[in-house]
């Protein structure tokens, strides 16, 4: 499997759901989506109806048994190799794409640092970061201590 960049924005937002819907629509192949468990998402983080067993599903998405609240899930994009959505254990949103980077080309790594602004600015974030294969922040703390970035802009 060819590397990828991974691309996150940090969101710090008044109105979760609306930041949430706002990128599932624009980023995410919703006919598509590669993880049965994005209909659950939406009900849950979006339109705020979750459906019995909805809960007991988002829990599979829990990186470690002690996240209280944060969870990650990866999906198919529209435009992108994958798009990332997490919700962290402070109740912000981590948005992120995926990029492939087959040859390791300089130009897709000037693309990542673009869609990382262009993020960054379509979601109001705080900060943003990019690097191979980057595991999503789930807290401030990870994403402080994130490591072997390409690039990293903002504050969080």
Request: glycine content about 6%.
């Amino acid at each position: 499997m060819p590397p990828d960049i991974d691309v996150y924005v940090w969101v710090d937002t008044d109105d979760p759901a609306r930041t949430i819907g706002r990128f599932v629509d624009r980023y995410v192949d919703v006919s598509d989506p590669g993880d049965y468990r994005l209909d659950a998402f939406v009900r849950r983080f979006v339109v705020h109806s979750p459906w019995p067993g909805d809960e007991a599903e988002l829990a599979e998405l829990r990186r470690d048994d002690d996240a209280r609240n944060a969870l990650t899930l990866y999906v198919h994009s529209t435009s992108f190799d994958g798009a990332i959505i997490t919700v962290t254990e402070e109740g912000d949103v981590v948005l992120g794409l995926r990029i492939d980077d087959e040859y390791e080309d300089p130009e897709t790594t000037q693309l990542a640092r673009d869609v990382m602004c262009t993020l960054m600015r379509e979601f109001q974030a705080r900060g943003g970061i990019a690097g191979v294969e980057v595991v999503p922040p789930q807290s401030r703390a990870e994403w402080h201590d994130a490591a072997y970035l390409l690039f990293r802009a903002g504050e969080v």
